[in-house]
């Protein structure tokens, strides 16, 4: 096959030159009041966002990280050829509902907490194709949303393990499109399922972990690169207990992760929030990337990152019908121009 | 070959366990222990007050003030639930909340404000004894067979 964009086993090289122009972060009262407060377009101080319910909320801040990031590129929502869009809800339910506000030709996609970068590998495919000049890609989560629908209700007074983590509470969208001199999408690379046992719901962490080390070790295969190749690499919401067990099975596969290696959900929230292991959740990724990671690339702090964005699979029901937790991870390398 | 993939899968799996395990934080079953002995004897405790009070200001007799005593818990339970505030607690206090009534209690009030949003009927009638419904449904099996024993052995020591 001539003129192929496959490299490796499952990466993908874009060729066009194929650059994020813009992008959006929306945050919930937590998140605006962590450690990134600075880097959001956008920060609700109340749960509701103005909003009779939490969905409306949810789906309140995507439409606003879509219209936000709309605004930044300079374009109406005519010029925006697809909207890809996915969340944590049932049926994708917050996505649908932003597509029905914003009117673009609309795909849903669902990866869980990896959506961000899923939904964002597949606009720069779009693009690269040309079957559109400008992809949107856009996540969300919220925290009461999840809770209820993964969880209990979130007045329930049961206590969680120190394992259990925070899902955030915001939403991210970016504008993909050819030529500017924003971010350039270099790679893609695509996950595959994976599970090594892991149960518990409230571990997310750990059950991650392996999905996130197997798309790193084939994205490093796959183009060649090595972790140092990166000033940046984050994964999305590992946390505390999920990103050193990356680094353990990273390191016995060869990949030595230096200080260069972060973790979204460890980013978000200062020390003094109690949201126990870490973030979580599409907006997890997708507003430190969207907002501080893609805005430091701006101002040449970073030249090269690699975004990994990890989700769990899992459905309420089959976790209590007793299967492990299925998991899997994408990776997008992100550059700026040498000058 | 399905089985040496599952046993390696297995093989994988056992590995795996005992990275993840490293990093793992063990639950501190000692000092939550003692949290829940400790706030779970307060909220008896209170319950005790509360008792106390009826029969002394109320005139009710010792064995008839249990009624209105978990009147008054649930009523509390429900309120800090309602603030926002019992979640919290339950987070520091683990099984001392969710053991006694108060926690029963809990459990249903947190329900059916959180469906509140899906209507009267399928959202708070359908789905405030989601959590609690277990509890009902097992403690009235195993009162049925404490029962049959308290029917059966009685007798014999009579």
């Given at each position: 096959m001539q003129n192929t964009r496959k490299i490796g086993k499952s990466s993908w090289v874009f060729k066009e030159n194929i650059r994020i122009q813009a992008s959006a972060a929306v945050a919930g009262p937590m998140e605006g009041n962590g450690k990134l407060s600075h880097s959001y377009d956008l920060i609700y101080d109340n749960l509701y966002a103005g909003q009779d319910t939490w969905e409306q909320a949810e789906r309140k801040m995507l439409e606003d990280a879509v219209e936000t990031a709309i605004k930044k590129a300079d374009l109406t929502s005519e010029e925006i050829d697809v909207y890809l869009a996915g969340d944590l809800l049932n049926q994708n339910i917050s996505a649908s509902f932003s597509a029905k506000a914003e009117k673009i030709p609309f795909i849903g996609m669902y990866g869980a907490c990896s959506s961000s970068m899923l939904t964002l590998s597949v606009a720069a495919t779009l693009v690269e194709g040309g079957f559109a000049r400008y992809a949107l890609a856009g996540v969300s989560s919220h925290n009461c949303t999840a809770e209820r629908q993964y969880r209990y209700p979130t007045e329930y007074g049961g206590q969680k393990p120190n394992t259990a983590q925070w899902t955030a509470t915001g939403a991210g969208a970016a504008i993909i499109g050819i030529g500017g001199t924003g971010p350039r999408i270099q790679y893609a690379t695509i996950g595959i399922v994976t599970d090594l046992g892991i149960k518990n719901p409230f571990d997310m962490g750990s059950a991650m972990a392996p999905a996130a080390a197997k798309t790193m070790q084939t994205h490093f295969e796959d183009t060649g690169r090595k972790p140092k190749d990166y000033d940046l690499i984050v994964t999305g919401d590992l946390a505390s207990i999920g990103a050193p067990i990356l680094k353990e099975l990273l390191s016995n596969e060869g990949y030595k992760l230096g200080e260069q290696y972060q973790d979204c959900g460890l980013m978000i929230y200062s020390q003094d929030q109690e949201v126990f292991a870490g973030g979580s959740g599409c907006a997890s990724s997708a507003i430190v990337t969207y907002g501080h990671i893609l805005q430091q690339m701006m101002l040449k702090k970073y030249k090269k990152v690699l975004v990994v964005a990890t989700g769990a699979l899992l459905s309420p029901i089959s976790y209590q019908q007793g299967e492990p937790i299925p998991c899997i991870a994408h990776a997008v390398a992100i550059e700026m121009d040498e000058t | 070959m399905p089985d040496t993939n599952d046993q390696m899968q297995k093989q994988r799996e056992e590995q795996y366990k005992v990275i993840a395990k490293k990093h793992q934080p063990k639950p501190k079953v000692w000092i939550n222990s003692l949290k829940a002995f400790v706030v779970g004897g307060s909220i008896c405790m209170l319950g005790q007050g509360i008792s106390n009070m009826y029969v002394t200001f109320f005139g009710f007799k010792p064995e008839k003030a249990g009624d209105p005593t978990v009147a008054t818990l649930i009523f509390i339970s429900c309120l800090l639930?309602?603030?926002?505030?019992?979640?919290?607690?339950?987070?520091?206090?683990?099984?001392?909340?969710?053991?006694?009534?108060?926690?029963?209690?809990?459990?249903?009030?947190?329900?059916?404000?959180?469906?509140?949003?899906?209507?009267?009927?399928?959202?708070?009638?359908?789905?405030?004894?989601?959590?609690?419904?277990?509890?009902?449904?097992?403690?009235?099996?195993?009162?049925?067979?404490?029962?049959?024993?308290?029917t059966l052995i009685i007798p014999i020591f009579q």
């Open positions: - | 639930t309602g603030l926002g505030v019992y979640d919290k607690i339950g987070q520091w206090a683990g099984a001392g909340t969710s053991v006694p009534v108060t926690g029963f209690a809990n459990s249903i009030c947190s329900a059916a404000l959180e469906h509140q949003s899906e209507g009267y009927v399928l959202g708070v009638g359908g789905n405030m004894f989601k959590l609690a419904g277990a509890v009902i449904v097992f403690g009235t099996v195993a009162a049925f067979f404490v029962g049959i024993i308290h």
